[in-house]
């Protein structure tokens, strides 16, 4: 891992599938982070890196793209296991690696700055450790969390008002779940916020809530330059 990228413990480590360790499938769940909207040209983060797997003398992951705009932590607890079963190729193996990003939804304020969470805070923190209790079940589990928002751009379609106090308490509530069962957490907000605000301004859409072309970028970058997509490549070109 780069010095620059902060995650949440330095002993989480993915434990990959001896199997199938040179070529993994990978499952990437959440919300429009994944899904990738507000990059026109690229098609987001997710669908970058399974571009960049395709090109010959890459470790020839596969990854597919199961991100939905708009989702929050309980919808992508009640889809996970559906999808990770039919996510299953080459007599019908399932994925070796689940990719998690969801949780800026649950943290917004609905109709005003002083309105109710969209999900309450105690009721996210019961649902994020359902959805990593499950997803850990399955497979090796990675989560990249979200980028901080604009809040001179608020409210998002004139009901949502996201903000920094908010995001920072959902997403410490993910990353300490995530510790608490070494799952490798990707600190997005904390690594873009440290950059200064011209940074993570210059990588935001005109709404202010989603990544823009260059910001989808950085963030290919942050992953590529994570410790445990870094294994999982060392992995490929060890054998």
């Not at 994570?226 to 999982?232: C, G, R």
């Amino acid at each position: 891992m780069t010095a620059s990228v902060a995650w949440s413990s330095q002993s989480s480590v993915i434990r990959l599938p001896q199997v199938h360790r040179h070529s993994l499938r990978l499952v990437a769940l959440g919300d429009s982070l994944v899904y990738g909207y507000g990059d026109p040209e690229g098609g987001g983060w997710v669908e970058r890196l399974r571009r960049q797997w395709m090109s010959p003398g890459s470790p020839g992951h596969v990854v597919y793209n199961l991100g939905v705009r708009g989702n929050r932590a309980v919808q992508v607890r009640d889809r996970l296991e559906h999808e990770f079963r039919h996510r299953g190729e080459l007599r019908n193996r399932v994925p070796d690696v689940i990719i998690l990003s969801v949780g800026v939804n649950d943290s917004c304020k609905i109709q005003s700055d002083q309105g109710r969470n969209y999900t309450d805070f105690e009721q996210f923190q019961t649902v994020i450790n359902s959805l990593l209790d499950s997803a850990q079940n399955l497979c090796s589990v990675l989560f990249v969390g979200m980028v901080p928002v604009d809040e001179t751009k608020m409210p998002f379609q004139d009901c949502l008002y996201y903000n920094h106090e908010n995001q920072y308490r959902y997403k410490e509530a993910t990353r300490l779940a995530c510790l608490e069962r070494n799952i490798p957490y990707l600190d997005i907000f904390h690594h873009w916020l440290e950059q200064g605000e011209s940074f993570w301004k210059s990588r935001l859409s005109v709404d202010g809530l989603h990544p823009n072309t260059i910001g989808y970028q950085t963030l290919l970058q942050d992953v590529l330059n994570w410790e445990p997509i870094l294994q999982m490549n060392r992995s490929h070109h060890s054998r």
